[in-house]
Structure formats: C-alpha cells, structure tokens
Nanobody
Framework: QVQLVESGGGSVQAGGSLKLSCGAS?????????MGWFRQAPGKEREGVAV????????YYADSVKGRFTISRDNAKYTLALQMDSLKPEDTAMYYC??????????????????WGQGTQVTVSS
C-alpha cells in the first residue's frame, strides 16, 4: 500500500522559513515517480507549488514561489522536501505531497497525480 506522510508544517511569521518533508512507503517505486508539493488555502482550489523529476535534476515551480521555495528529493531514503524561505501570509495553506508515474515530463497539474498524503498545515502571520 502506497503511503505518503508529510511533516514539518507549523506557524511562522512573515519572512521566516519552514522545511516540509514527505516520506514514502517502500510500496512506491519512488525513483520512478514525479513528486510534487501542492497546497490548498481555505476557500481556494488546490494548486501546484513545486514538482521534481524522478532523478531530481529538473524542477518546476509556481510563479508565486519561484526564488523562495526549493524542492528536493532523496531517492535512497524515499523522501521529498520543500524548503520554504521568505514566507508570506499568502503562503498559508494545507500542503500536500503527491506522486505520479513519470511519462516524459512532470507537471504542476494536480489531477494527474495519483497518490496523495494527508497534508500538513502551514500558517504565516504578518
């Protein structure tokens, strides 16, 4: 059974940093999957934040987080991370880890991701 478990969320003041982590179960062929971070704020649709290719060489970011967030992965440890710096109140949301089979590209389109974690809350105060 594939499981994704997020951790690292919390409350921080604007300008601060947080690092999210996602651990995947061994049932997932982790190194064959695109991995991504998505978020959903209250009253809004879930949106893509950052995704990374199976080998970790290619990453895509939403325009709203470029230059502030960094996605990374450790295939040996089955883990995904999101370093979030210069946080803003508008970054407040539930953050989800997700996985999809790689098929020539990794996208920020959330409906293409098959496996999802339960989410971790990030709250940024002004």
């Amino acid at each position: 059974q594939v499981q994704l478990v997020e951790s690292g969320g919390g409350s921080v003041q604007a300008g601060g940093s947080l690092k999210l982590s996602c651990g995947a179960s061994s049932a997932l062929s982790f190194s064959s999957y695109c991995m991504g971070w998505f978020r959903q704020a209250p009253g809004k649709e879930r949106e893509g934040v950052a995704v990374i290719s199976p080998g970790g060489a290619i990453a895509y970011y939403a325009d709203s987080v470029k230059g502030r967030f960094t996605i990374s992965r450790d295939n040996a440890k089955y883990t995904l991370a999101l370093q979030m710096d210069s946080l803003k109140p508008e970054d407040t949301a539930m953050y989800y880890c997700a996985a999809r089979v790689y098929d020539s590209t990794c996208t920020l389109v959330e409906r293409t991701y098959r496996y999802w974690g339960q989410g971790t809350q990030v709250t940024v105060s002004s």
